[in-house]
């Protein structure tokens, strides 16, 4: 199971599994009481920290998430697909246009309402989990520069989206406290640095950065600065190897409970029965700007990037594979999902509504890279077969 857990797929099925089934029970006639559910308060004796069922999920195991993704992003800026100029050139220009058109598809159809504005940062993720399952299910025969450029891709909208939830969504801030929280995520960083002799002094360092982790996300949380980016910084700080480390152990967990706890009680929202008319811009800019804006905007500005490579090398990435990874990067979800509840967090009709818009745009953006990654990898299996052949 371990195996499973570990691998491309599965993950992302559980992760389409949960959002379908926390969308189904939000419909039922029971829904309303698993709402309510999810909002019951769970406060820590003793502390300021009271946050409800759904924020714990979205504030504190979310938090586990982006920090496997913050070590894997260490790797890939120092020694991985990005640790060069060159190597990261067409990607991040990309990425930029994956960001930059959703944006404006965005704010040309919400932009004019104020009430709807804000949600801007939403279409502008990718979800890697899924990236890397639909790369798994359908893309069989893809060439490894084609791969590498559509992993490159999707850490470089996680980037953006960890930046976009860091300075757009922190409210209140408390620089005491979040002095107090970066100190101890440099002390985190020197623990992950000691070199223990004997098992008794290595679960002794372990268990010290452990509660150091935990203090450093809730005094993150109470500085009023998203509890997330404390797995960033955490994730980031740490050294390389026990990272890898860490991120090994916890990745079943985050596949199987963390990523569909959140796609569940994301996904817990009931659908209006309203005529179209009346639902919300931000429903709309979402479903078009997702799956059209990132297929747009990475095709072209992919393309520019090709313009600007040195001379004398080959593209990447052709563009027809330009066209299938803008397909793959309108899979918004996870990500998408959390900048939707951030976003929209004190108008919850709006959220609801910009919720589903997530949801199917992430839902056409899956057919249609399925589609288009499928065809692509058809066309290199090919290439390869007739290289091969006497």
Not at 124 to 148: E, H, Y
Not at 243 to 263: D, K, Q, S, T, Y
Not at 324 to 353: C, H, K, M, W, Y
Not at 355 to 382: F, Q, T, Y
């Amino acid at each position: 199971m371990t195996h499973l857990l570990r691998s491309e797929r599965f993950p992302a099925i559980l992760l389409l599994g949960a959002a379908a089934l926390g969308l189904l029970v939000a419909n039922l006639p029971f829904g309303t009481a698993v709402i309510d559910v999810s909002h019951v308060h769970l406060a820590i004796p003793g502390t300021p920290i009271d946050l409800s069922l759904a924020h714990w999920i979205s504030d504190g195991l979310l938090a586990i998430f982006f920090f496997g993704v913050a070590v894997e992003l260490q790797y890939e800026l120092t020694t991985g697909e990005l640790s060069t100029v060159r190597r990261a050139l067409q990607p991040a220009i990309a990425a930029a246009g994956g960001v930059i058109v959703p944006i404006l598809v965005y704010l040309a159809i919400a932009g004019h309402d104020p009430a709807t504005r804000d949600g801007w940062p939403i279409p502008t993720a990718t979800d890697i989990a899924f990236a890397l399952g639909v790369l798994a299910v359908f893309g069989r025969g893809l060439p490894s520069p084609v791969r590498i450029f559509l992993l490159a891709l999707a850490i470089i909208d996680d980037i953006v989206g960890i930046v976009f939830i860091a300075v757009l969504f922190a409210h209140d801030m408390n620089l005491g406290l979040l002095a107090i929280g970066v100190i101890l995520v440099v002390v985190f960083a020197v623990l992950s640095r000691i070199d223990a002799d004997g098992r008794g002094a290595r679960i002794a360092v372990v268990a010290l950065m452990i509660v150091t982790a935990i203090l450093a996300w809730a005094f993150v949380l109470l500085s009023g600065v998203h509890a997330t980016i404390a797995g960033v910084l955490l994730g980031l700080a740490m050294q390389q190897s026990p990272g890898m480390r860490a991120r090994h152990v916890l990745e079943p967990w985050i596949n199987a409970v963390i990523l569909p706890l959140f796609a569940f009680a994301a996904a817990l929202v009931v659908i209006p029965q309203v005529s179209p008319s009346q639902l919300s811009p931000a429903l709309w800019a979402i479903l078009i700007a997702l799956p059209v804006g990132k297929i747009v905007g990475i095709s072209v500005f992919g393309w520019l990037g090709m313009r600007l490579r040195p001379r004398g090398t080959a593209p990447t990435v052709a563009f027809p594979d330009l066209v299938a990874a803008g397909a793959l990067g309108g899979i918004g979800f996870t990500v998408s999902l959390l900048l939707t509840n951030l976003a929209f967090a004190e108008d919850p009709v709006i959220r609801d509504q910009a919720i589903l818009g997530v949801l199917g745009g992430s839902m056409i953006a899956l057919v249609l890279c399925a589609v288009l990654v499928s065809l692509r990898a058809r066309h290199h299996r090919r290439l390869a077969s007739s290289v091969t052949a006497p």
